[in-house]
T-cell receptor, first 111, second 113 residues
Framework: DQQVKQNSPSLSVQEGRISILNCDYT??????FLWYKKYPAEGPTFLIS?????DKNEDGRFTVFLNKSAKHLSLHIVPSQPGDSAVYFC??????????FGAGTRLTVKP | DTEVTQTPKHLVMGMTNKKSLKCEQH?????MYWYKQKAKKPPELMFV???????INESVPSRFSPECPNSSLLNLHLHALQPEDSALYLC????????????FGDGTRLSIL
């Protein structure tokens, strides 16, 4: 049962434009949401997180939005850079270290 | 450079072999994790250790045996694996508090002949 879903396997954007990656979840017990970035031959790297008591968290070019009623979160990258090209995983946990990952979205930023 | 070190990076073993995967971190994290990742799939949680005690076992077959000798080390002992166990095995660590981000190693690529 896939509790965290990323329905877009890939996304291509032009350098300098906004990248929007989406994630949906089904478990209403999730209270922490995280985004990870993964380059080939490396482990996932933590990018940004948000707790369920917030609806927005920003860190430089990265902003995560949470819509609890829709069980939806998104990651915005502005402006997108070629070095952002990677696979992005959405993850969620119910606070007990049991983290569930989405299937990932491959982002390609074209120069 | 990753702060979680996994060895070996690659491992090829037969179905009757016994081998171990190793993971080490020196960030003072008290929670450590093993994940399995198949190609084009998300990482799947296998085991969680919190303060050196096994806290989560996601119904993993007994041919995988985790061990946490101390707060910095995590091992995964392998015995009588099947070809379908071929995958990338990722180790991660985090602070033990709720919702803290996990730091991943680069994984061990395991192939079962």
């Amino acid at each position: 049962d896939q509790q965290v879903k990323q329905n877009s396997p890939s996304l291509s954007v032009q350098e300098g434009r906004i990248s929007i990656l989406n994630c949906d979840y089904t478990n209403s017990m999730f209270d922490y949401f995280l985004w990870y970035k993964k380059y080939p031959a490396e482990g996932p790297t933590f990018l940004i997180s948000i707790s369920s008591i917030k609806d927005k968290n920003e860190d430089g070019r990265f902003t995560v939005f949470l819509n609890k009623s829709a069980k939806h979160l998104s990651l915005h990258i502005v402006p997108s850079q070629p070095g952002d090209s990677a696979v992005y995983f959405c993850a969620a946990s119910a606070g007990n270290n049991d983290m569930r990952f989405g299937a990932g979205t491959r982002l390609t930023v074209k120069p | 450079d990753t702060e979680v070190t996994q060895t070996p990076k690659h491992l090829v073993m037969g179905m009757t072999n016994k081998k171990s995967l190793k993971c080490e971190q020196h960030m003072g994290h008290r929670a450590m994790y093993w994940y399995k990742q198949k190609a084009k799939k998300p990482p799947e949680l296998m085991f969680v250790y919190s303060y050196e005690k096994l806290s989560i076992n996601e119904s993993v077959p007994s041919r995988f045996s985790p061990e946490c000798p101390n707060s910095s080390l995590l091992n995964l002992h392998l015995h009588a694996l099947q070809p379908e166990d071929s995958a990338l095995y990722l180790c991660a660590s985090s602070q033990a508090d709720r919702g803290r981000p996990q730091h991943f190693g680069d994984g061990t690529r395991l192939s079962i002949l």
